[in-house]
T-cell receptor
Framework: DGGITQSPKYLFRKEGQNVTLSCEQNLNHDAMYWYRQDPGQGLRLIYYSQIVNDFQKGDIAEGYSVSREKKESFPLTVTSAQKNPTAFYLC????????????FGSGTRLTVV | KQEVTQIPAALSVPEGENLVLNCSFTDSAIYNLQWFRQDPGKGLTSLLLIQSSQREQTSGRLNASLDKSSGRSTLYIAASQPGDSATYLCAFNTQRSSYKLIFGSGTRLLVRP
């Protein structure tokens, strides 16, 4: 079955530590996205990539980094520079750059301990 | 500033009721408007997508309308069931920023048996 796989489902980070969230898709989608969701709020765009080896900052990119070395993969690193990283992180992909056929992963819940 | 407002924030209804969820957005240069469903701790599932040239879309018991001139969309759920209990999120993108979905904070729906 085609879809987006995010791992891990739960992640705990110590203060000052970098962590990487995995996102893999087998939908042959060109565009991939990372969103952050805080309790009771909508989603906010962190980074997006429309093609391999290219990515752009979203609205809240500070303290995060990404790479897009393969079409199928778009990992997100939460660095120690992100002051409030506890949140629910959602990866998504779409067929083209215009958000048609948007598909979301099941999310990773990151908690700072 | 591009914003999406969803009213009400929470709704509790008895099973079998017809209900309407409201979404208002600030940018008239809309490209797509989408309604998503989110179950607790899960990713988002796309329910309906309305392109800017359309006025409504239907899928089963769901009907979504779009009025660009007033900046509003409604999601109508007919004959609600306990399985409809979830958070419903509205999101839009624009012609000049088609890659990015702008989300509301959602309406949390509880359908009581």
């Amino acid at each position: 079955d085609g879809g987006i796989t995010q791992s891990p489902k739960y992640l705990f980070r110590k203060e000052g530590q970098n962590v990487t969230l995995s996102c893999e898709q087998n939908l042959n989608h060109d565009a991939m996205y990372w969103y952050r969701q805080d309790p009771g709020q909508g989603l906010r765009l962190i980074y997006y990539s429309q093609i391999v080896n290219d990515f752009q900052k979203g609205d809240i990119a500070e303290g995060y980094s990404v790479s897009r070395e393969k079409k199928e993969s778009f990992p997100l690193t939460v660095t120690s520079a992100q002051k409030n990283p506890t949140a629910f992180y959602l990866c998504a992909s779409s067929m083209g750059p215009r958000a048609d056929g948007y598909t979301f992963g099941s999310g990773t819940r990151l908690t700072v301990v | 500033k591009q914003e999406v407002t969803q009213i009400p924030a929470a709704l509790s209804v008895p099973e079998g009721e017809n209900l309407v969820l409201n979404c208002s957005f600030t940018d008239s240069a809309i490209y797509n408007l989408q309604w998503f469903r989110q179950d607790p701790g899960k990713g988002l599932t796309s329910l309906l997508l309305i392109q800017s040239s359309q006025r409504e879309q239907t899928s089963g018991r769901l009907n979504a309308s779009l009025d660009k001139s007033s900046g509003r969309s409604t999601l109508y759920i007919a004959a609600s069931q306990p399985g409809d209990s979830a958070t419903y999120l509205c999101a839009f993108n624009t012609q000049r920023s088609s890659y990015k979905l702008i989300f509301g904070s959602g309406t949390r729906l509880l359908v009581r048996p």
